[in-house]
């Protein structure tokens, strides 16, 4: 964490049995690591009952005051029945043979009680529970006197509003967690305000730490928001300093030149820009012609012209002499792209040489691609992962374009910028999932991000129909759909979420051959066939040879064929939300009314179904990476999750602390404007692990 490291062995604080258990069970070694194992929720007299919305059987943990008493015998048992009240609601605690209570329970005892609920008609109730009291006095029971392991369990629970409750594991309990971590407190030292002063607005970060294990009367939110902030500074100044660094670069100062390739392109076009293209294409062109490195995202929706303004701007590039790379995710891509710009620089009457670099072509054709890569004959070079290999040497590499930038972490795209000696590349990256604010601003802060929202002219609208498997006249229908849109000259998608098994690509194929398309060409593609066998298929099915390709997500990013005018994508709850809107951009290239159908088994009353009738119910990329942030992980969102984004972030929300993620970033760049220095010196602490999650970006 920003500003903190307790690099104590946790045998040097507590109790050696104890601390090889928390080792052991927890992965914590260190008296910091136990420090940053935050608390997940905390019981309040008077807050949130733990009860509410609590099911029979569950294990809870309830803090009241006690009040009312009786004491039965039945059946020669001595039976105490407590009834203990939160300020909301009320349970009823039996305790069995336990005579002694009598002594020390009255009325107003304030207690906490940990056991089993179970409800009795309507009521709440625990038998024989561990307790605490809360008096001071420190007596406890059970799981709960494992604090006393710790220390007094009158100085630890005195005049406690809220009780921490840890993440705690069946070998370890919270109370255990609790009793560690108040040790640790106890034998710490006051923490210096890493800034140098506390931040308007904030707590100290002393006050912080200690606050959100043992929150004030007024609660933990205050040392919550200041750790949070803390978080989001941490990210924010590896940023600011990438900024920084990035501008103290030399790259080529690569002007507009008039009459030249690029203006041949934009005469040659056969449509124009739209206006946020006319927007980007002029920031791309400014910032090419500066001699600090272009470091620049472009995002835009599925079918919003990214291609083209990336073309523009190689153009800009080659007018000034210079060789240009596109990196591409996949073979089926980096060949499609290479066609398409031939393709789109012939038509123009635009003569640029536009080379591919793939690892599957043979040692021939690669060496010849590689002659042309060196000798400056390739003006573009195309290419998957084979571009960033030590055997490729460019004449004079001046930009570089990644496509589907999140295919890629920063030190693969960053091998390409040092391919030229002399300088650093400019670099445009580029993604077609939209990237909700809050992660722009903290994963991808390192880069200007330009956006693209616009389709151009001639696109219509995709409609989007969910077809769930529980209404067969509907499943009948998207079938009869998709054989009148081949009828009238159209080609289909069938997206399958697996290769084989049932309801993979392998059987969804055969059974749709053999039965509702028999009259039809149906074609196969999946990600296990070998680079060519995938190209000829997509060679065919954009010839019009196939009619219904039947796909894993394969044809998910960049596939191009706008005869294309129906997607059914099978079993679409199995797929997130930015993934199916990717998807649903296969459809609807070209001129032609498109439809995606949602095929779903699930239950009209899940949150799975809901999900994916949100993502048929708008086309609007942006408002959709919202919600897809909302519903999932901020690393499942990043393609991040086994990359460490959850370390690193423990309480900050990517979906929720927008105005304390913004406050951050201003402050990082004031702070790196004005003491470098502090800023290298506060983020030199930060580990690998820590910064695993941002090579993503």
Not at 184 to 194: A, K, M, R
Not at 248 to 263: F, H, I, K, N, T
Not at 448 to 453: A, D, F, K
Not at 585 to 614: E, I, N, W, Y
């Amino acid at each position: 964490m920003l500003g903190f490291r307790d690099t104590r062995a946790l045998g040097e604080v507590l109790p050696e049995k104890e601390a090889k258990k928390l080792t052991k069970h927890l992965g914590v070694s260190t008296c910091g690591d136990l420090v940053e194992l935050f608390p997940r929720k905390y019981l309040h007299y008077g807050g949130t009952s733990a009860i509410l919305g609590a099911q029979d059987g569950d294990t809870i943990s309830f803090v009241g005051h006690v009040e009312a008493l009786r004491t039965d015998y039945r059946k020669g048992k001595h039976i105490m029945s407590v009834t203990i009240f939160d300020g909301i609601t009320s349970v009823r605690a039996s305790f069995f043979n336990a005579h002694y209570l009598e002594r020390i329970l009255k009325v107003g005892t304030r207690l906490m009680v940990t056991g089993k609920l179970t409800f009795y008609r309507g009521n709440a109730q625990m038998s024989h529970p561990d307790y605490v009291l809360m008096d001071g006095s420190g007596q406890a029971t059970g799981s709960m006197a494992q604090l006393g392991k710790f220390g007094s369990l009158a100085e630890m629970l005195e005049g406690r509003e809220f009780l921490p409750v840890y993440p705690a594991t069946a070998k370890v309990t919270t109370w255990t967690i609790m009793g560690a971590v108040y040790s640790i407190l106890e034998s710490l030292p006051v923490q210096p305000e890493p800034l140098g002063e506390v931040p308007a607005g904030f707590i100290s970060f002393d006050q912080a730490l200690r606050g959100i294990h043992e929150p004030p009367a007024e609660g933990p939110q205050a040392a919550i928001d200041r750790l949070k902030y803390n978080e989001a500074l941490s990210v924010a100044l590896v940023m600011a300093l990438r900024r920084a660094d990035t501008s103290q670069e030399s790259a080529p100062a690569l002007p507009r030149v008039e009459g030249r390739d690029q203006d041949g392109m934009l005469k040659g076009l056969p449509f124009p820009l739209t206006h946020g293209q006319q927007q980007v294409l002029t920031d791309l062109s400014e910032d090419l012609s500066r001699t600090r490195p272009m470091t620049r995202l472009l995002q835009g929706e599925v079918g919003s012209g990214k291609t083209i303004v990336a073309l523009l701007a190689m153009l800009q590039a080659i007018d000034n002499g210079k060789q240009c790379a596109l990196l591409a995710p996949t073979e089926v891509l980096a060949l499609q792209h290479a066609r398409s710009l031939q393709l789109t620089l012939l038509n123009a009457g635009v003569h640029v040489r536009v080379v591919a670099l793939t690892g599957s072509m043979g040692a021939a054709q690669k060496q010849e691609a590689l002659l042309k890569i060196v000798t400056g004959e390739a003006d573009i070079v195309v290419g998957t992962h084979a571009l960033i290999q030590d055997s490729v040497d460019f004449f004079d590499l001046g930009f570089v374009v990644v496509d589907e930038q999140h295919r890629f972490g920063v030190e693969q795209r960053d091998q390409l910028r040092t391919k030229n000696e002399r300088y650093t590349p400019h670099m445009l990256v580029m993604t077609a999932t939209p990237i909700p604010r809050t992660i722009a601003m903290t994963v991808f802060a390192d880069l200007e991000v330009s956006t693209l929202r616009e389709l151009p002219g001639g696109r219509k609208p995709i409609q989007s129909s969910v077809v769930p498997e529980f209404l067969p006249t509907w499943v009948a229908r998207a079938w009869e759909k998709i054989r009148e849109e081949v009828a009238a000259g159209r080609q289909a998608y069938i997206v399958c979420p697996r290769i084989e098994g049932e309801g993979g690509v392998l059987e969804v194929a055969a059974h749709l051959a053999d039965t509702e398309f028999q009259d039809l060409s149906v074609g196969i593609l999946h990600g296990r066939m070998k680079g060519d066998e995938k190209d000829t298929i997509m060679a065919d099915f954009a010839r019009g040879g196939i009619d219904v390709l039947v796909s894993t997500t394969v044809i998910e990013v960049g596939v191009d064929v706008p005869n294309a005018t129906v997607m059914m994508i099978r079993e679409s709850e199995s797929f997130g939300v930015s993934q199916l809107h990717q998807l649903r951009g296969r459809v609807g290239r070209g001129g032609h009314k498109s439809l995606c159908l949602f095929h779903t088994l699930a239950d009209d009353q899940t949150p799975q179904f809901d999900r994916v009738q949100a993502v048929a119910a708008t086309s609007d990329g942006f408002e959709l990476a919202e919600l897809d942030l909302e519903t999932r992980s901020e690393g499942d969102v990043l393609g991040t999750s086994q990359s460490g984004t959850r370390k690193r972030l423990k309480l900050l929300s990517l979906s929720k602390d927008y105005q304390l993620i913004q406050r951050a970033n201003e402050d990082a760049a004031a702070i790196v404007d004005k003491q470098p220095e502090l800023a290298r010196e506060l983020t030199a602490d930060l580990d690998d692990s820590d910064l695993e999650y941002l090579e993503k970006s």
